[in-house]
């Protein structure tokens, strides 16, 4: 396994080792031994899944109290995914990067706890799957508005205006969110 350094510390990129032949392929998307020997010692607590449709923009979001971090990967298609820094003590507060995920090039993303998460799905019948530290909470999820233009998250054009949520169009701006200390 290959873990890879982003521009906002804690968030990486992961790149399994893959073994391929005339058959198809093995990879393995989670080992804690292996991640551990990383430096990414991680319990997780929820597995979720998601489908989408080509277009379709879902985030960017966190909770705060307890939040979650994430393990990200595609197994059909392709997404843009995107972490946002709302620690507020990172020299890095308020910045995004963001990686495209796709069931070709099998990249993960590990998504810390202290960051906004989201993403625009690239390709029709994308399936997007992660592992989440902490269990899912209705009362303490937020949504950091995926166009602020203070964060500038610089989306790839994909023909076609994006389609979100009603909830997360009502996401707020930066300067509005309950961020980490």
Not at 105 to 110: A, G, P, T, V
Not at 144 to 170: F, Q, T, Y
Request: net charge negative; with cysteine; glycine share 10%.
């Amino acid at each position: 396994m290959n873990v890879v350094a982003t521009s906002l510390p804690g968030v990486l990129i992961i790149e399994p080792r893959v073994f391929g032949d005339a058959r198809g392929f093995f990879m393995e998307s989670w080992n804690a031994g292996t991640f551990a020997a990383a430096g990414l010692d991680l319990a997780f607590v929820q597995d979720n899944h998601s489908r989408s449709q080509k277009g379709v923009l879902r985030g960017l979001h966190f909770q705060n109290p307890g939040p979650q971090g994430k393990l990200v990967r595609v197994t059909s298609g392709a997404v843009f995914d995107v972490a946002v820094d709302l620690r507020a003590s990172s020299p890095t507060f308020g910045q995004w990067m963001g990686v495209e995920l796709s069931a070709e090039n099998k990249r993960m993303l590990w998504v810390p706890e202290g960051f906004a998460h989201g993403f625009l799905t690239l390709e029709d019948d994308t399936d997007f799957l992660y592992k989440c530290t902490a269990p899912y909470d209705p009362r303490t999820e937020h949504t950091l508005a995926w166009d602020d233009p203070a964060v500038g998250i610089d989306w790839p054009g994909i023909g076609m205006a994006p389609l979100v949520s009603e909830k997360d169009g009502r996401g707020l701006a930066l300067a509005d969110v309950e961020v980490f200390a």
